[in-house]
């Protein structure tokens, strides 16, 4: 069943962190309606519009809760993974596919991953990008959600990742 949202609602759009609903416009094309959420990013001030029956099949999806953080907060303290014998590139596009499920638990996976590489080797250059997006999208996805600040979130986050 798809997510209802209504304007000034705060919601997560996959890659792009926490946006707010700031409308609902009605359009026609070729003579059906079509309603969308006008969604504003709250780090950037960008602008997106996602059509309300397409909300699932984008990722468009509420801001976790205490159980979901209790999750992010699990898997960000895991100490070990298994590295798949991949070259970077072919790391870095499935680190970018998880973060595009939208699913927080699967963000927290690649900073966790990048974070425990990265004590054992230099991140290349693709993987630092992904490493800060990663840490950028929960960072701020917690800090709302919690209502607390970055900076805050960001220490308690450096701190499960040891």
């Not at 969604?39 to 984008?58: A, F, G, M, T």
């Not at 993974?81 to 870095?92: C, I, K, M, P």
Request: net charge negative; charged share 30%.
């Amino acid at each position: 069943m798809a997510s209802t949202f209504n304007v000034g609602d705060q919601a997560v759009y996959p890659a792009q962190g926490v946006t707010e609903i700031c409308d609902i416009e009605t359009f026609e094309f070729s003579g059906q309606t079509c309603q969308v959420y006008v969604l504003r990013c709250l780090d950037s001030e960008q602008k997106i519009r996602v059509p309300v029956d397409k909300v699932e099949q984008v990722g468009l999806r509420n801001l976790v809760d205490k159980a979901e953080i209790k999750e992010v907060n699990e898997v960000l303290k895991a100490s070990h993974f298994t590295v798949d014998e991949l070259n970077w590139n072919r790391r870095q596009r499935i680190y970018m596919d998880k973060i595009k499920t939208g699913k927080l638990t699967e963000v927290a996976e690649v900073l966790r991953n990048l974070h425990l590489m990265r004590a054992d080797k230099q991140l290349s250059y693709g993987e630092k990008r992904v490493y800060e997006m990663a840490m950028q999208l929960l960072v701020q996805e917690l800090s709302v959600a919690q209502g607390i600040g970055g900076d805050e979130v960001t220490e308690q986050v450096e701190q499960l990742l040891g």
